[in-house]
């Protein structure tokens, strides 16, 4: 192992005190047939700078991106355009390598930062207050079902299938601990029923989520469910997309009591699938039950405006046994893009790119049927929404050899999604190949 930091004694010392006898007993959570078998020959020959260089762009060139390609690829992480500002002023050393304040009050530029972040995502949410964001749109959902069973003493959770297939396999993981019970609510046409959404929700009910748009793009009835939670005392949880909230109302205004959601579509580029950030808001009485960090704003033994970590557990820090949420760190220079974003394009900037992407959506649905190709549910959506489609994966080969990367593969359907970077011309093509192809 050349590579290694550690000279052979080093590492058969490490071995033996951890019980193990060599490095590959390490990966033996790693199924066989997907280890690599042997050493690439540029790694065991060995290349100069100049070469292996080279042969990196070769390999990232194998790679599909949307620099190339128009997407119409969704389902939680969208292709919107991010204005140059915002690498110009993340590019700062201040910025890009503050990972987190660990001595916090030195740190006041950082902190500033993420004040101003809490303060736009409440805006953007109409909740009270909002941590220093999570991992991800999954675990900022997961965490907020644990707040849930915590603050009300009850383990079910009420999850329609329309939520994200993978936020529902982190809530599943999270399940595991035996705090709360994760309850699917069957959803057949696109969207739940609010009738068998509401004969489900009881005195045991913790919290209801409601995903808005779904994971289907499509919108749920919201009022009706906010009604019937607080009847029983358990909480409403929305799962929301920022975009969409420069169109649609506000989880604050539909009586939510926590609000969370994937912030990628702010500013953050899709990175092949990371990092994102996941945002997290609740109403006043939640407060100290949030998760991760919460900066917040006071005066100096001067009386100069100053920002401080607050209201967060000591425990979270030194016996995380004990802690509400092991969640202590948080994405510091993605919610950073967040911020800038959301400054740069403003209230008036936000609403004409979410009605742009909705009006592309509009014009995708016609250009689709006129050439033959069907929803596969009829109901309102805001950008995204799913086509009848016999075999999506061969669409999407199509696709790619068209120019164009497809949608998302669902059973006998494509998950197709429509931003402000989308053109008409390219719409008009996607209906074009998809259907030709689906007509043969």
Avoid at 183 to 200: L, Q, R
Avoid at 399 to 421: D, H, Q, V
Wanted: hydrophobic share 40%; net charge negative.
């Amino acid at each position: 192992m050349k590579f290694t930091p550690n000279p052979p004694a080093v590492v058969e010392a490490m071995l033996n005190d951890i019980g193990l006898k060599n490095l590959d007993d390490l990966f033996t959570d790693i199924n066989e047939d997907l280890k690599q078998k042997h050493q690439q020959e540029f790694v065991k020959n060995g290349l100069s700078e100049i070469e292996i260089r080279e042969h990196m762009k070769k390999l990232a060139g194998r790679n599909s991106n949307v620099d190339d390609y128009p997407t119409f690829l969704g389902a939680g992480a969208y292709d919107h355009y991010i204005p140059a500002v915002i690498e110009q002023i993340m590019w700062r050393s201040e910025f890009y390598t503050a990972y987190t304040p660990y001595q916090a009050e030195i740190s006041q530029g950082i902190l500033q930062a993420i004040f101003e972040y809490q303060t736009l995502i409440c805006n953007l949410t109409g909740m009270d207050v909002s941590n220093a964001s999570m991992y991800d749109g999954g675990s900022a959902l997961a965490e907020a079902c644990k707040l849930a069973s915590m603050h009300t003493k009850r383990r079910k959770i009420l999850v329609p299938e329309t939520v994200h297939p993978e936020y529902m396999e982190v809530l599943k993981t999270y399940g595991i601990s035996g705090i709360m019970e994760i309850v699917p609510v069957p959803c057949n046409e696109g969207t739940y029923s609010a009738d068998t959404f509401i004969s489900m929700i009881d005195k045991e009910t913790a919290a209801a989520i409601v995903q808005q748009p779904n994971f289907f793009g499509n919108l749920e009835e919201v009022t009706k469910i906010e009604e019937a939670i607080h009847q029983n005392k358990g909480l409403l949880i929305m799962a929301v997309d920022p975009i969409s909230l420069a169109v649609l109302k506000a989880p604050g205004d539909l009586g939510a009591d926590i609000a969370v959601g994937e912030g990628q579509s702010l500013g953050n580029s899709l990175s092949f699938g990371g990092p994102y950030l996941g945002f997290f808001a609740a109403t006043n009485k939640l407060m100290r039950k949030i998760p991760g960090r919460i900066v917040g704003q006071t005066l100096d033994t001067r009386g100069q405006r100053a920002f401080v970590l607050t209201l967060q557990a000591r425990e979270q820090h030194i016996r995380r046994e004990k802690a509400n949420s092991n969640i202590c760190s948080n994405q510091a220079l993605n919610a950073l893009a967040a911020s800038i974003y959301l400054v740069a394009v403003g209230s008036k900037g936000l609403k004409e790119i979410a009605v742009r992407s909705h009006q592309l959506a509009h014009f995708a649905e016609v250009q689709l049927k006129k050439q033959g190709v069907e929803l596969l549910y009829n109901k309102p959506y805001f950008r995204e929404f799913a086509v009848k489609m016999d075999d999506p994966a061969f669409m999407n080969h199509k696709l790619l050899e068209n120019g164009m990367i497809g949608g998302y593969e669902l059973p006998g359907a494509m998950l197709l999604a429509f931003t402000e970077k989308r053109t008409r011309a390219e719409i008009e093509r996607l209906a074009f190949v998809l259907g030709g192809l689906e007509n043969d």
